[in-house]
């Protein structure tokens, strides 16, 4: 069994391409037996300050990653929807221990990394807050076994359209299912949205964007590790 409760409610959402920050966000608003979903991007950071430089993992996520999860930070807080693209960061209790020495001030320090940035360039230095260290023990979905994952960033904001958002790097979604929708009645809504995306998310026709989106391989399945 999956390490998170009610895993028997998660999802897997896999495209035949990457999405993009803005149809990841706008997965569980367009599927009605999503209750939540959470797109994931892998992504390396480099720490500076407070030791040698180190070179970390980290996954970018949606602002309700943790709700889908059903984990809470045990110190600090979880994303909110206004953090998107915000320079903040939620790292692992191994972080914290390691290159913090587990201080108790841990929350609301600035550390600065080089990485992924909300701010509209894909990688670049920038100085996050830190709102939160995730459980000791948590497991990181989607993590090879044994792998790290020493942080959490927040996805920018979904731009005005899909056609409109060249953030093509987010690899997977995973959507939490409804009380009482079924797995079935998820398929049959990525199936539907898949049909109409084309004319519902390109605002201006490109035959090559329209042709890749109406043959988009979409499936749902159970989370596999």
Known sequence: PLPYPDADRLVRVSPGQNFNATLAARMDERVPALAQATGIAAFSFTVTGEGQPAELTAQVVEPDFF?????RPARGRAFTEAE??????????????????????????????????GSGTETGPEVRQVIGVVPKGFEPPLAEPGARVD?????????????????????????????????EEAVAGIRARRQLMPDEWFETPKPMLYEAARRASVWIDMIER
């Open 84 to 117: 998107r693209g915000d320079a903040v960061v939620i790292i692992s209790d191994e972080l914290w221990r390691t290159r913090f020495g587990g201080a108790d001030d841990i929350i609301g320090r600035r550390i600065p990394l080089d990485g992924y940035s």
């Open 67 to 71: 709700d889908v999860f059903r984990t």
């Open 151 to 183: 942080l959490w960033v927040p996805l920018r904001a979904p731009a005005a359209s899909v056609a409109a958002d060249s953030t093509w790097y987010v690899s997977v979604v995973i959507g939490r299912l409804r009380d009482g929708a079924t797995r």
